[in-house]
C-alpha cells in the first residue's frame, strides 16, 4: 500500500482541514495548487467535501489541467489519495468543514496537516478539536503528524487577533507566521475559476498565499 510516511515515496500529501466550516479552506486549496502549478510542480487535489466546492473552482477557469478527484464515499478516500499521487510531487486534500471519517483517514496518510482559522473564540475552539484529531490519528498511525494553524479572513487593527494568539499560545499550538487576510478576490475568483496567483499575481493575496507556500516548502523540505 502506497503511505506517504513509506520512506520511499516522495509525494507530499498536505491535508487542509477544520471541523468549522466558513474558515477558506476551500480558497486556500485553490490558492496554494495554482501557486505550485505556477512553479511547475506537479501537483494534484483530492476533493473530499461533500459540497464539492473545490471540484467547482478546478473545473473552470485556469486550473483545469491539474489532475483532481472528487471522492465523497469515506471509505474510499485513501485509495482516491494512492491513486493521484502516482508521479505527483504534493497532493493536497480538502475535506469537509466538520470532522468525519474523511478527515480522520486524510490525517493519518497525511506528510502534514493545515488548519485555516478565522480570528474568533469560536473557531480558536474548532481548531483546537481539529488538532485532538490530528493527534488521535498520530497514535493510531504511530508515527508524528506535523500540522500547523494558519490565521485566515485576517482584517487589520482587530483586537480579536490578540485574543486569538494568546489562546494559542496557551495551548501550545504552532502557526504560520502567513496570516491570510479578508480580501474580495477570493469571492469573485470563485466564479471565474481564477485564484489570487492568476488574476493578480503582484496583488496583496498572491502575496500572502506565496508567502504561505514558502513556509510549507520549508516544513516539508521540498
Same mark, same amino acid.
Given at each position: 500500500?502506497?503511505?506517504?510516511?513509506?520512506? =520511499?515515496?516522495?509525494?507530499?500529501? *498536505?491535508?487542509?482541514?477544520?471541523?468549522?466550516?466558513?474558515?477558506?479552506?476551500?480558497?486556500?486549496?485553490?490558492?496554494?495548487?495554482?501557486?505550485?502549478?505556477?512553479?511547475?510542480?506537479?501537483?494534484?487535489?483530492?476533493?473530499?467535501?461533500?459540497?464539492?466546492?473545490?471540484?467547482?473552482?478546478?473545473?473552470?477557469?485556469?486550473?483545469? =489541467?491539474?489532475?483532481?478527484?472528487?471522492?465523497?464515499?469515506?471509505?474510499?478516500?485513501?485509495?482516491?489519495?494512492?491513486? *493521484?499521487?502516482?508521479?505527483?510531487?504534493?497532493?493536497?486534500? =480538502?475535506?469537509?468543514?466538520?470532522?468525519?471519517?474523511?478527515?480522520?483517514?486524510?490525517?493519518?496518510?497525511?506528510?502534514?496537516?493545515?488548519?485555516?482559522?478565522?480570528?474568533?473564540?469560536?473557531?480558536?475552539?474548532?481548531?483546537?478539536?481539529?488538532?485532538?484529531?490530528?493527534?488521535?490519528?498520530?497514535?493510531?498511525?504511530?508515527?508524528? *503528524?506535523?500540522?500547523?494553524?494558519?490565521?485566515?479572513?485576517?482584517?487589520?487593527?482587530?483586537?480579536?487577533?490578540?485574543?486569538?494568539?494568546?489562546?494559542?499560545?496557551?495551548?501550545?499550538?504552532?502557526?504560520?507566521?502567513?496570516?491570510?487576510?479578508?480580501?474580495?478576490?477570493?469571492?469573485?475568483?470563485?466564479?471565474?475559476?481564477?485564484?489570487?496567483?492568476?488574476?493578480?499575481?503582484?496583488?496583496?493575496?498572491?502575496?500572502? *498565499?506565496?508567502?504561505?507556500?514558502?513556509?510549507?516548502?520549508?516544513?516539508?523540505?521540498?
Amino acid at each position: 500500500m502506497l503511505l506517504a510516511f513509506d520512506k =520511499d515515496v516522495m509525494t507530499k500529501i *498536505i491535508t487542509l482541514c477544520t471541523t468549522k466550516g466558513g474558515t477558506s479552506k476551500t480558497s486556500l486549496t485553490a490558492s496554494l495548487l495554482s501557486h505550485w502549478h505556477s512553479k511547475k510542480r506537479r501537483v494534484a487535489a483530492v476533493d473530499a467535501d461533500p459540497n464539492c466546492n473545490l471540484t467547482r473552482w478546478l473545473d473552470k477557469g485556469t486550473l483545469t =489541467d491539474i489532475p483532481h478527484i472528487a471522492e465523497t464515499n469515506e471509505g474510499e478516500i485513501i485509495e482516491a489519495v494512492e491513486n *493521484i499521487s502516482t508521479d505527483r510531487d504534493i497532493v493536497l486534500v =480538502d475535506v469537509a468543514g466538520f470532522g468525519n471519517q474523511s478527515m480522520v483517514y486524510a490525517i493519518g496518510i497525511s506528510s502534514f496537516v493545515i488548519i485555516p482559522c478565522r480570528p474568533s473564540e469560536d473557531d480558536v475552539l474548532e481548531a483546537l478539536k481539529t488538532k485532538q484529531v490530528v493527534a488521535n490519528a498520530a497514535k493510531l498511525t504511530r508515527r508524528e *503528524i506535523p500540522y500547523k494553524v494558519v490565521l485566515t479572513q485576517v482584517k487589520a487593527g482587530t483586537l480579536v487577533i490578540n485574543h486569538t494568539l494568546k489562546q494559542f499560545e496557551a495551548f501550545n499550538v504552532p502557526l504560520f507566521d502567513t496570516a491570510i487576510a479578508s480580501r474580495t478576490i477570493y469571492q469573485t475568483s470563485r466564479f471565474s475559476g481564477e485564484t489570487p496567483i492568476t488574476a493578480e499575481p503582484q496583488g496583496k493575496a498572491a502575496k500572502e *498565499i506565496k508567502a504561505l507556500a514558502k513556509e510549507i516548502e520549508v516544513q516539508l523540505s521540498l
